[in-house]
């Protein structure tokens, strides 16, 4: 059975930084990319970054996070990660991460809601 379970987020100052997590189950790492999204109240889900465990751990980011999040895993711990540094308050949003291909999840953790006052 597949299981993602998001831990990490919280309320954070702008310009702070936050560190989510996200523990997988399963051979989820050896099998799917690894996807965080997020989505805001009232917005559409939006693709955040992406990372895959072949071809070098080749990682992907959407537009509004590039050069200010980091996304990395360990594939011992079966623990995905997602750095985010310089952030704003429209980083507020619950974000999920999500095993599948790149920018498109089959499996959901349960999200982590993450707060960023101004």
């Known amino acids: 059975q597949v299981q993602l379970v998001e831990s990490g987020g919280g309320l954070v100052q702008a310009g702070g930084s936050l560190r989510l997590s996200c523990a997988a189950s399963?051979?989820?790492?050896?099998?799917?990319?690894m996807n965080w999204f997020r989505q805001a109240p009232g917005k559409e889900r939006e693709f955040v970054a992406a990372?895959?465990?072949?071809?070098?751990?080749?990682?992907y980011y959407g537009d509004s996070v590039k050069g200010r999040f980091t996304i990395s895993r360990d594939n011992v711990k079966n623990t995905m990660y997602l750095q985010m540094n310089s952030l704003k308050p429209e980083d507020t949003a619950v974000y999920y991460c999500?095993?599948?291909?790149?920018?498109?999840?089959?499996?959901w953790g349960q999200g982590t809601q993450v707060t960023v006052s101004s």
């Open positions: 999500a095993a599948g291909v790149v920018g498109t999840g089959t499996y």
């Open positions: 990372i895959i465990s072949w071809s070098g751990g080749r990682t």
């Open positions: 399963g051979r989820i790492f050896s099998s799917y990319v």
